[in-house]
């Protein structure tokens, strides 16, 4: 059964920088789809950026040239965020996905909040 975890949230002032890091468990990292997703207090979950197993990446308009999405070839997927608004205060979420093999594993997320 896959299994994905988060860390690496935490407070930072705006403009800052925080990296976090999803670990997948299993044999096949190589052939998900891996995203980043978040959802803001009082507001639903929203794609922020993902990485197809080729490395093809897409990102939400609001972290575009902010936020780095990336992957490495053993489990770990990583979202660098830097410029840090208050606006990106949220839950972050990692999520696994293979639509062929019906995986769409998500993490229990980690807090993230932008404030001074």
């Known amino acids: 059964q896959v299994q994905v975890a988060e860390s690496g949230g935490g407070l930072a002032q705006p403009g800052g920088s925080l990296r976090l890091s999803c670990a997948t468990s299993g044999s096949f990292f190589r052939i998900y789809e891996m995203g980043w997703y978040r959802q803001p207090p009082g507001k639903q979950r929203e794609l922020v950026a993902s990485i197809a197993p080729g490395g093809t990446t897409n990102y939400a308009d609001s972290v575009k040239g902010r936020f780095t999405i990336s992957r490495d070839n053993l489990r770990n997927t990583y979202l660098q965020m830097n410029s840090l608004k208050p606006e990106d205060t949220a839950v972050y979420y990692c999520?696994?996905?293979?639509?062929?093999?019906?995986?769409?594993?998500w993490g229990q997320g980690t807090q993230v909040t932008v404030s001074s």
């Open positions: 999520n696994t996905r293979h639509s062929q093999f019906g995986i769409d594993v």
